[in-house]
């Protein structure tokens, strides 16, 4: 079983900065890639930012130049650094782990995981 956490959401005036974690724990060898989805209320699931193992990154075209992602292999943790934040930042924000490879399983991978989410909120 693999899980995902999530931490550091919370309120935020316009214009600040929030820093996301997302811990993967269990029995993990490897995770191929890493990213986070954000949910507006009322809102489909979207992709805001993925990284590979490799440090290949890909973003929403809403959030280049103001967020950042980033990931420790080592410790199985992807991050997201938020800057110059906007009300329509404003949603709930997943991790999602995909391409685990399993200590227990060699050569087997695990896709799709998800984490339960953490709200950020941007208003003054």
């Known amino acids: 079983q693999v899980q995902l956490v999530e931490s550091g959401g919370g309120l935020v005036q316009p214009g600040g900065s929030l820093r996301l974690s997302c811990a993967a724990s269990?029995?993990?060898?490897?995770?191929?890639?890493m990213g986070w989805y954000r949910q507006g209320s009322g809102k489909q699931r979207e992709l805001v930012a993925a990284?590979?193992?490799?440090?290949?990154?890909n973003y929403a075209d809403s959030v280049k130049g103001r967020f950042t992602i980033s990931r420790d292999n080592d410790k199985n943790t992807v991050y997201l650094q938020m800057n110059s934040l906007k009300p329509e930042d404003t949603a709930v924000y997943y991790c999602?782990?995909?391409?685990?490879?399993?200590?227990?399983?060699?050569?087997?991978?695990?896709?799709?995981?998800w984490g339960k989410g953490t709200l950020v909120t941007v208003a003054s």
């Open positions: 999602r782990a995909d391409g685990v490879e399993y200590t227990d399983s060699p050569g087997e991978y695990g896709m799709n995981y």
């Open positions: 269990g029995s993990i060898f490897s995770i191929n890639a």
């Open positions: 990284i590979t193992s490799g440090g290949s990154t």
